[in-house]
């Protein structure tokens, strides 16, 4: 007998009501999701550009990778894979992700700390902590260009006081600071995300474990690093794999502090500028696809990195 | 060497006062249980002992040496937590061995307390499992293991059964009793709201209600001499009866305590007449619920089993000598 036929009428009412549930969940993940990045992908082997999307042409790889020869015995590469702007922004972004996260989650898990304890107007410092993260971005980063602004900013103001510069800096506009304010923006606003959901994971941890330390004579760095972080790693990786997603997509703030610096184009600028500003919609596929990759294969590559480590004997 | 003194204590919660004058001298070796109704201060007063919150007022001396700032850990004591409190990411062996690594042992000697108290509690071949692989009772006994392994002078013991089964608390009471013969040296306070417990256990039982000492004695004091009206309620089980009215009023007291087991059935004429309302029957006793005329409800013990039934009118005689008498304000009143 069949499989399906020995279920009893029960359970294939339950797969059907089950189905019935998913159903717009999954039409919606295929409409906003699985349909826009497949015509992506397909884009990118195309010659589409702006204006004639409905004639593109399959070219094959081209845009990712083609050798020209000249004819007279020499030639070279072109396409993305080829293209130093797009590696430099492959590697702005990841640069950018890596030590945003880091700060976020070091200064994330310090906040989490301190919230986590007993004092009075608790509950007005948690909510207050939010603000940054609740701040649409381009608000906080049109308010930080003010901020940073080179000749009207109150950074530039308050360092020249306190004598740290002794003169204005045009923190976005220079390639040795861009970065730096990108990440600056960046860090303020995220690490309230970073604080909350490593608190979450602190509130999960029993008290009672605490006090048996204390009968035990352990000091509070040693618990924290014996008891504490331990028990509150698996959400810290979680909180990372989710802030990393987010950093490696970075767009807004690199693109409204900094437009226009090669210190601070990362691949979802890249992309945007070759689809819309240079109508080269194919070859801003091909970079959008790429960008899918690199975050695709940066994620899975922790998530596997991190599982090992967290079924390892002892942290 | 380990005796525990307790001098006008005292402990406030901000402006709640949860615990006042409390006085009691603990010998070495003693096993203390401190019993009472939830809120009553038991817990917060062994955690004081345990150092866990801060004396408001009064004096603690543990083997006559002041401990109100002292460290938890330099008291020489050990405590087991009613949720067991393990290191849930470490096994069986590190949490044993966690508390001594801070006390700057040899590997060896951790190596040897660790497997002594682990023969003694039979969790040798748990050493390597994590606690959530771990039963109910297993996880207890890891706790009170880990607390052996500290080697302490007072041993402090926050309801540890009450997160087990019924047969497995039954079982784990009797373990502790056992644990208690082989560490005769450690004195030992345990906090339970279980009269049970308090009764098999204890040398001496502190009864505390409402943050005072209600009173202070053997278990058999307790149930043969209540001082007062609570005491006689909250020790034996099932409760003592309490009758007013007029056959209270007849031996000159507010209130006449007799517990169920001293009141025997007299068919054939006796002091009291009444109907039966319930009969519980347990096998080896049976509770047998009377509306008394004149009197009230009365709950009378009787072994074995009868076939008494509900709705059916009895007679009963209360034993005189085990009579209770309170005054209104719950105190003993001679007789």
């Known amino acids: ?315 | 060497m380990a005796s525990v003194e307790l001098i006008n204590v005292s402990k406030s919660f901000g402006k709640v006062e949860v615990l006042r004058d409390i006085n009691l001298s603990l010998e070495q070796g003693e096993f203390v249980v401190f019993v009472g109704p939830s809120g009553c201060g038991k817990s917060t007063l062994l955690r004081l002992i345990a150092g866990l919150e801060d004396i408001t007022g009064g004096e603690l001396r543990i083997g006559g040496a002041p401990m109100n700032d002292v460290l938890p850990a330099k008291r020489g004591i050990a405590m087991v937590f009613q949720s067991y409190a393990l290191y849930p990411h470490m096994s069986v062996f590190e949490n044993m061995a966690f508390g001594l690594e801070q006390a700057k042992l040899s590997r060896s000697d951790i190596e040897r307390r660790v497997h002594e108290a682990a023969t003694m509690l039979q969790i040798e071949p748990l050493l390597d499992r994590k606690p959530r692989q771990l039963s109910g009772g297993q996880r207890q006994r890891v706790a009170i293991g880990r607390a052996i392994t500290r080697d302490p002078r007072v041993f402090l013991f926050d309801e540890p059964l009450s997160n087990l089964d019924a047969a497995l608390r039954v079982d784990t009471r009797l373990e502790i009793a056992a644990l208690r013969k082989r560490l005769p040296d450690t004195t030992m306070i345990y906090v339970t709201h279980d009269q049970v417990e308090a009764m098999t256990l204890a040398d001496r039982i502190v009864v505390l209600n409402g943050g005072i000492v209600e009173q202070v004695g053997t278990p058999m004091d307790l149930y043969e001499r209540p001082a007062s009206q609570f005491v006689a309620g909250f020790i034996g089980s099932p409760r003592m009866n309490f009758l007013s009215g007029p056959v209270a009023e007849a031996h000159g007291a507010a209130c006449l305590g007799i517990r169920p087991e001293h009141i025997v059935l007299t068919p054939e004429g006796g002091d009291w007449t009444g109907r039966v309302t319930l009969t519980e029957r347990l096998g080896s006793d049976t509770f047998v619920h009377v509306e008394a005329e004149g009197i009230g409800p009365v709950n009378i013990r009787v072994e074995g089993r009868t076939d008494i039934a509900a709705g059916s009118t009895i007679r009963m005689t209360p034993d005189p000598a085990s009579i209770h008498l309170f005054d209104a304000a719950g105190r003993p009143v001679a007789r």
């Open chain 1, 1 to 315: 007998m069949p499989e399906t036929s020995r279920k009893s009428r029960l359970s294939r009412n339950r797969t059907r009501s089950a189905w019935l549930f998913l159903a717009p969940m999954l039409v919606t993940l295929f409409i906003v999701a699985a349909w826009p990045l497949g015509r992506t992908i397909w884009f990118s082997f195309t010659d589409a550009s702006l204006d004639l999307m409905a004639d593109a042409k399959w070219v094959g790889i081209r845009n990712y990778l083609e050798y020209v020869d000249w004819g007279d015995g020499e030639g070279q590469y072109y396409g993305l894979l080829a293209d130093a702007r797009w590696w430099r922004s492959v590697w702005n972004t990841v640069r950018f992700a890596v030590i945003s996260v880091a700060f976020e989650t070091l200064f994330g898990l310090v906040i989490a700390l301190v919230l986590n304890q007993q004092f009075r107007g608790r509950g007005l410092v948690r909510a207050a902590v939010l603000v940054p993260w609740a701040i649409p971005t381009i608000v906080s980063a049109k308010m930080w260009a003010w901020m940073m602004h080179d000749q009207f900013g109150i950074l530039n103001d308050m360092f020249l006081r306190l004598g740290l510069i002794s003169h204005p800096v045009a923190w976005t506009a220079s390639p040795d600071t861009a970065m730096i304010a990108v990440l600056i923006v960046d860090i303020w606003k995220t690490t309230p995300f970073m604080a909350l959901l490593i608190l979450a994971g602190l509130q999960m941890v029993p008290q009672d474990i605490y006090e048996a330390a204390r009968l035990d004579g352990v000091p509070a760095w040693r618990t924290f690093r014996k008891v504490t972080l331990p028990l509150i790693m698996p959400a810290i990786l979680v909180a990372i794999v989710f802030r990393a997603l987010d950093a490696l997509r970075i767009f807004d703030i690199a693109y409204v502090l900094t437009p226009n610096t090669d210190a601070t184009r990362t691949m979802s600028v890249y992309a945007r500028e070759n689809l819309f500003d240079y109508d080269q919609f194919a070859y801003g596929s091909a970079a959008s696809t790429l960008l899918f990759l690199v975050i695709a294969l940066i994620t899975i590559t922790f998530i596997l990195a991190t599982r090992m480590d967290l079924e390892g004997r002892n942290t």
